[in-house]
């Protein structure tokens, strides 16, 4: 029902079912166990040794825990980040199944749902154990210790995501060009995000760098782009009737934007060519090398229907000196 009223996404039932299948598969195995132990007589003297193992009081330092308590705690940041990482893998957005023709914040909403989820429950983990705010905050003391000697790296990655999650400066869909790469952003993790390259590669680039390095956003607030075509014709055309010729061309073409409006410029004179240069905007760059192969098209058909010679380059060969053998056997053809 979600998937068919919603159009910015879809939800992948294959991977809920395969990860609820395992969850059912472990529940069954425990109940098969415990059915196990009940018939042997034996349950209640193992869950009892089990109950005052857990719940046993234990001493570390000047610290007092029980097993029970850190076994809570971990089941309850485990079970968050589990929900989180099912969230983010089943919760797809329509534009994945469509080559990200369509630019979605679903991928950053996504991200801030993970890291609320996982927030909560580490926060109700540590309520529900009973762990001292004392112990809290030796526990967050050691942590920044770790940060400031080996970890800052992966702590400026995990801020830098909540930066792009909020300020959505790339969204999943968004076209980006980082360094000699460019690509579609496929997906903003926690900590890295994935960018799918036209050439079928994927590329894990930490969020770091898509905040502090230069990226070029093709599509940040629109689709739009210039494109770019270089003509040239034989020195014998008017370059009044290929000005008027060209322009027809772009004006009729239904995909070229009227505004910005296109243009045409006398470019150069060349070695054997008078160069004209063809500036139009389209409203999808996805489409742009359909559109420009589409006007190239028309141009070789409308120049070649008005008598205009497109030109290619030619050269002049003088020889200096022939071998002797060569100028007879030449002069003998021509005899015959």
Do not use: C
């Not at 790339?170 to 799918?196: C, F, H, P, Y």
């Amino acid at each position: 029902m979600v998937n068919k009223r919603s159009k910015s996404f879809q939800i992948n039932h294959e991977i809920i079912e395969k990860k609820l299948k395992r969850i059912i598969i472990g529940l069954a195995i425990l109940y098969f166990i415990v059915s196990y132990l009940k018939n042997m007589n034996i349950f209640d003297d193992i869950s009892d040794w089990l109950r005052n193992w857990v719940s046993e009081p234990r001493q570390l330092g000047d610290s007092v825990f029980t097993f029970g308590s850190v076994l809570l705690f971990v089941a309850v940041v485990y079970g968050a980040i589990y929900v989180a990482n099912l969230i983010n893998l089943a919760i797809e957005t329509e534009d994945y199944k469509k080559q990200f023709k369509k630019r979605t914040a679903w991928g950053s909403t996504k991200l801030i749902v993970r890291f609320i989820i996982i927030t909560a429950g580490f926060m109700i983990g540590i309520i529900a154990s009973g762990i001292p705010l004392t112990q809290l905050t030796v526990l967050m003391g050691a942590l920044g210790f770790g940060i400031g000697f080996g970890l800052q790296n992966i702590f400026n990655n995990l801020v830098s995501g909540l930066i792009i999650a909020i300020e959505k400066p790339i969204s999943v869909g968004d076209m980006v060009e980082l360094g000699t790469d460019t690509g579609w952003i496929k997906e903003i993790g926690i900590r890295a995000s994935n960018m799918q390259t036209f050439e079928g590669a994927e590329i894990i680039v930490p969020n770091g760098e898509l905040i502090s390095n230069r990226v070029i956003n093709w599509t940040l607030s629109n689709k739009r782009r210039r494109m770019e075509i270089i003509v040239g014709v034989a020195y014998k055309s008017d370059p009044h009737k290929v000005n008027k010729l060209l322009l027809g061309i772009m004006e009729n073409h239904p995909e070229i934007l009227k505004l910005p409006e296109p243009g045409i410029f006398f470019n150069a004179m060349g070695n054997s060519s008078l160069d004209f240069m063809l500036n139009f905007w389209i409203s999808d760059f996805v489409e742009g090398k359909r559109i420009r192969s589409e006007v190239l098209f028309t141009i070789f058909d409308v120049l070649k229907e008005n008598g205009i010679e497109i030109p290619f380059p030619k050269r002049d060969l003088h020889l200096r000196s022939v071998d002797q053998d060569i100028t007879i056997q030449m002069n003998g053809m021509k005899e015959k």
